[in-house]
């Protein structure tokens, strides 16, 4: 059984009341280095069924560590319907960790079969929790790759998405401005919504 006090303590400052959760991840690899894959998925599960949903952030980065179909179909059927924005943030950085652990080129296809799921916490778990898109590897060597993902997803029924893909574009175009503006330069910017990712996108392009 998981100490709860423990993390609780951990992840709370109590001189401060502030919060630690950048602690989070690296207590989750140690748990994931220190058992089996079968502990660690039993861990993981135990904790994100916890009611506190820093417990559940935990449980969900050790999911992504895991990395394999079982704790890819978790993420995606079961933590994307959870209502904490907190949890959807790790639930971001658990794709990334499964995307590092598979190789992101092999990850391809996951990535594009996310990007075309109904849910909105799903398809945003790509577009930011790769970011910075272009510092991961395999992008990191064929930006125009991450670019054109991205891109696609301008007209996101989503506000949440779209601002999500502006963001990543913006990122990218601080090492790749030439590029981001050829992809911008083809945009038409007919919908309002479309403008609104086109401000993000091109606010470091001259």
Known sequence: MINVKHYTELFFNKESGKERYSLIPKEAENIYKNNSLEKSWEIAIECYENELYYMQMLGVYII?????K????????????????????????????????????KSLDTINEWLKNEHENVRRAVTEGLRNWIKRPYFNDNPHIAIKILSKHKTDKS??????????????????????????????????????VHKLASKFIK
């Open 70 to 105: 079982e704790s890819l179909d978790f993420l995606k059927n079961t933590v994307s319907k959870n209502p904490s924005w907190q949890v959807q943030e790790f639930m971001a950085m658990a794709f990334d960790n499964y995307c590092k652990k598979n190789g992101y080129e």
């Open 64 to 68: 992504g560590l895991i990395g394999n």
């Open 159 to 196: 506000e949440y998405v779209r601002k999500s893909v502006g963001n990543a574009l913006k990122d990218i175009s601080k090492t790749y401005p030439d590029l981001i503006k050829e992809e911008l330069d083809g945009w038409k910017l007919d919908t309002k919504e479309i403008e609104k």
